[in-house]
């Protein structure tokens, strides 16, 4: 089975540009989450998709971010205009639906797209 | 507000040597969760444990042992024997949530602790 995949590994722009993560779940899974680690600190909550609703968006840090999740599939990050802060690793994780007891909460993480902003 | 704090910022030992990683948390729920993950140089983070606030058994997998005390907070993460591919940062994570419901709580992690074993 796969894991979480995210998309780009790697992305470096120039601040005031735009840039848009991906990220695909594991296939099944109705919850999805979005995190961010600036460097050397916590990896921080960004927001939490249950399908394609935004269940929880309390960490998003300024409207210059947008999550969508079309579909209730994939989901995209995108910043716009990217500043200097924005650098760090963001990481996605799926976990299943609250009555998956099987795999009760846990969250799988993928490998994170690691955002340069010069 | 919840809180995790890993006030070990890097680790050194050699191999075989055990290791414990601190990890105290702080929450107002009496039902959360307590996770670790293991990040390796690869990037992505792996699923170490999850224990529940109501079950303080120890737990021990392997090399892997860990210590849940609610009286001080904490969740300790002890390495048996380590070994050089135990190189990696570790988080130390809490979730609040209900039992009965399920999960689908976003987790609040620590700065992590990273592990360096060297031969």
């Known amino acids: 089975e796969a894991g979480v995949t995210q998309f780009p590994s790697h992305s470096v722009i120039e601040k005031g540009q735009t840039v848009t993560l991906r990220c695909d779940p594991i296939?099944?899974?109705?919850?999805l989450y979005w995190y961010r680690r600036v460097m050397g600190k916590e990896i921080k909550f960004l927001l939490h998709f249950v399908k394609e609703s935004k269940q929880d968006e309390s960490g998003m840090p300024n409207n210059r971010f947008l999550a969508e999740r079309t579909g209730g599939t994939y989901s995209t990050l995108k910043v716009q205009p990217a500043e200097l802060e924005d650098s760090g690793v963001y990481f996605c994780a799926s976990s299943q639906d609250r009555l998956g007891r099987r795999n009760f909460n846990e969250q799988f993480f993928g490998p994170g797209t690691r955002l340069t902003v010069l | 507000a919840q809180k995790v704090t890993q006030a070990q910022t890097e680790i050194s030992v050699v191999e075989k040597e055990d290791v414990t990683l601190d990890c105290v948390y702080e929450t107002r729920d009496t039902t959360y969760y307590l996770f670790w993950y293991k990040q390796p140089p690869s990037g992505e983070l792996v699923f170490l444990i999850r224990?529940?606030?109501?079950?303080?058994q120890n737990e021990i997998s392997g090399r892997y042992s860990w210590n849940f005390q609610k009286s001080t907070s904490s969740f300790n993460f002890t390495i048996t024997a380590s070994q050089v591919v135990d190189s990696a940062v570790y988080f130390c994570?809490?979730?609040?949530?209900?039992?009965?419901?399920?999960?689908?709580?976003?987790?609040?992690f620590g700065t992590g602790t990273q592990l360096k074993v060297e031969l």
């Open positions: 994570a809490l979730s609040e949530g209900d039992i009965l419901t399920g999960g689908g709580n976003k987790l609040t």
């Open positions: 224990r529940n606030s109501f079950d303080e």
């Open positions: 296939s099944g899974h109705d919850n």
